[in-house]
């Protein structure tokens, strides 16, 4: 039996620093619009470069985290009688008001010139096939590939798991991570995440492939989960585990969070990235050291609820700035680095939550009664 569902509000704090890294991300992978703004003169500014050949290299691997932690969720609200057919609208109920209005401002803005609006490759985004390999191009709506292999990753775990026996699937699970992880370290050297997003064979897609991976280790993670807590609920920690915990706690937040935007790390697999995750979200869930219990906030929760609003708006204001503004000042731009960043950040936030209070909030409240 289940316990009774609740809040992980220290997950969803980790999940607000991650939204942070995917659009440190984005401002310095190597064909980024903020990199291409003003070439050469970011080149010659050594925080640029820098962050270039950290963040844009590692940034990416945030989107695992993402996967991960949505396959913790997905079977830890599990309901075995929803139908098939029900669990889809519910996913598009949930995902698609923001899509939609993301889809609107993309639409508009191409009406005066800021970008050259792919109608028909970002018609296949709001049917959640972007980046499913029955696409030969790209939609230009940012992080819509993310939200395309969300839905079709999850719905092929959650059709499994209604329908098929639990040893079975999570038999199946294990195997398909397992080979989806190897596949994508060897055919990118190492990597697990790659831009532009390949599609191998004619049909295996990267971004389908990391979705089964990650969203598969998340229902692995689950699984340890139940058998902790059914193990050792009421277990009491004397002060040398709390302090054990706790500062294995801290040293995998700072070996995450450096490593994917501040140092390089000379090691050529991303999968230490994934196990950094995996433990560290573990750590959080159980909640033994004093950085997990002390994130499982009223404020972790208020951050993390904006994260998937942010997701998609964050290429909005990079694009609208990059158009705007980088191309005509761009010494402005090259003499205050952290200036600009620290405030694509912010603008980024607030575009989330306005987009957030005003668009997902009350359109899923809306579509959900009535349903």
């Known amino acids: 039996m289940k316990e009774e569902k609740k809040y992980f509000n220290n997950i969803e704090f980790l999940r607000f620093l991650m939204i942070l890294e ?18 050469p003169l970011y080149e010659l500014n050594k925080v640029y470069a820098y962050l270039q050949k950290c963040v844009g290299t590692y940034g990416c691997m945030a989107n695992d985290f993402f996967f991960i932690v949505s396959g913790f969720l997905l079977q830890y609200n599990f309901n075995k009688s929803l139908s098939f057919v029900s669990y889809i609208k519910q996913r598009a109920i949930r995902l698609l008001p923001v ?3 993301v889809y609107i401002i993309y639409f508009i803005m191409s009406k005066i010139g800021l970008i050259t609006f792919k109608k028909y490759d970002n018609l296949f985004v709001l049917l959640f096939l972007n980046n499913s390999g029955l696409m030969l191009q790209g939609s230009n709506i940012g992080g819509s590939w993310f939200v395309s292999a969300l839905v079709f990753a ?3 775990y959650f059709y499994i798991y209604k329908h098929f026996q639990k040893y079975i699937c999570d038999f199946i699970t294990c195997l398909v991570t397992v080979f989806s992880y190897a596949f994508l370290i060897h055919v990118n050297n190492g990597k697990i995440c790659t831009n532009p997003l390949a599609t191998h064979y004619y049909f295996i897609n990267e971004g389908i492939v990391q979705a089964l991976a990650g969203i598969g280790l998340g229902i692995i993670i689950y699984n340890l989960y139940c058998d902790y807590k059914a193990k050792y609920k009421d277990k009491k920690d004397t002060k040398f585990q709390i302090f054990l915990f706790s500062s294995f706690e801290l040293y995998l937040l700072i070996f995450l969070i450096n490593n994917m935007t501040f140092h390089k790390i000379n090691f050529n697999n991303n999968m230490i990235f994934i196990l950094g995750f ?3 979200i573990f750590l959080f869930l159980i909640k033994r ?3 997990s219990k002390i994130l499982d906030c009223k404020f972790s929760k208020e951050l993390g609820k904006y994260t998937y609003s942010v997701f998609l708006v964050h290429g909005i204001v990079i694009n609208f700035l990059c158009n705007f503004f980088y191309k005509t000042h761009a ?3 090259y003499n205050y680095p952290i200036l600009q960043i620290v ?24 579509l959900k009664r009535i349903k």
Request: hydrophobic share 65%; net charge neutral; proline share 2%.
């Open 331 to 333: 010494q402005f731009v």
């Open 99 to 101: 899509l939609l209005g």
């Open 154 to 156: 999850s719905s092929f």
């Open 289 to 291: 050291g004093i950085i």
């Open 343 to 366: 405030t694509i950040l912010i603008l980024s936030f607030i575009a989330g939550a306005l987009m957030f209070h005003l668009v997902e909030r009350p359109v899923v409240s809306f």
């Open 278 to 280: 995996s433990v560290l």
């Open 22 to 39: 995917i659009i440190m991300f984005h401002l310095f992978f190597g064909n980024s619009l903020f990199m291409q703004a003003s070439t």
